[in-house]
Antibody, heavy 120, light 110 residues
Framework: EVQLVQSGAEVKKPGESLKISCKASGYNFAIYWIVWVRQMPGKGLEWMGSIYPADSHSTYSPSFQGQVTFSADKSISTAYLQWSGLKASDSAMYYC?????????????WGQGTLVTVSS | QSALTQSASVSGSPGQSITISCTGISSDVGGYNYVSWFQQHPGKVPKLIMYDVLNRPSGVSTRFSASKSGNTASLTISGLQAEDEADYYCSTYTSSRTVVFGGGTKLTVL
């Protein structure tokens, strides 16, 4: 059974760094893209970008390019989303998701979400 | 890149059919058969209900159907049920090698 389990909720201060995780199981982690999606409070879904764990090739939405970094560790089947300097506007729910095949829109498997709160 | 355009809300009575539209441009919705639809209940994880324009994942009710014409994709829910009340999002691949979501449509079952 394919599962994506995300790390727990985080409360951080502006300017702090953060790395959240998405641990995969039930399939060959390396050969399926992982997509990251943001949902700000009361708002819609936003595609942040994707990473291919086999070679860590990443594609970022222009809205998130330079703001976040994707990474992956094949040895522990885990993908990461990190910030080097959080802003209050980064407060949101973050989901990792896996497409059924190689198409980034076909997100059939989702993590439970990680709530990030950035507040002074 | 701009989000795809969806109406903010739609409503219908149990048993009726409703259609949610998702409008993009020729370099996203109009250019690729990679349109998906997601259902999200309050406080829950989004769920894929349609992919590649008109395909339904295993386990999704046949009351859901979808299509595309030009730059507009559509999701139709027939035989509305109370459990269909949720937010619905479309998404598509774009010529920039990215994905964009619609702004979401809130479905109310009267």
């Amino acid at each position: 059974e394919v599962q994506l389990v995300q790390s727990g909720a985080e409360v951080k201060k502006p300017g702090e760094s953060l790395k959240i995780s998405c641990k995969a199981s039930g399939y060959n982690f390396a050969i399926y893209w992982i997509v990251w999606v943001r949902q700000m409070p009361g708002k819609g879904l936003e595609w942040m970008g994707s990473i291919y764990p086999a070679d860590s090739h990443s594609t970022y939405s222009p809205s998130f390019q330079g703001q976040v970094t994707f990474s992956a560790d094949k040895s522990i089947s885990t993908a990461y989303l990190q910030w080097s300097g959080l802003k209050a506007s980064d407060s949101a729910m973050y989901y990792c998701a896996r497409p059924t095949n190689g198409v980034w829109t076909d997100l059939d498997y989702w993590g439970q979400g990680t709530l990030v709160t950035v507040s002074s | 890149q701009s989000a795809l355009t969806q109406s903010a809300s739609v409503s219908g009575s149990p048993g009726q059919s409703i259609t949610i539209s998702c409008t993009g441009i020729s370099s996203d919705v109009g250019g690729y058969n990679y349109v998906s639809w997601f259902q999200q209940h309050p406080g829950k994880v989004p769920k894929l209900i349609m992919y590649d324009v008109l395909n339904r994942p295993s386990g999704v009710s046949t009351r859901f159907s979808a299509s595309k014409s030009g730059n507009t994709a559509s999701l139709t829910i027939s035989g509305l049920q109370a459990e269909d009340e949720a937010d619905y999002y479309c998404s598509t691949y774009t010529s920039s090698r990215t994905v964009v979501f619609g702004g979401g449509t809130k479905l109310t079952v009267l």
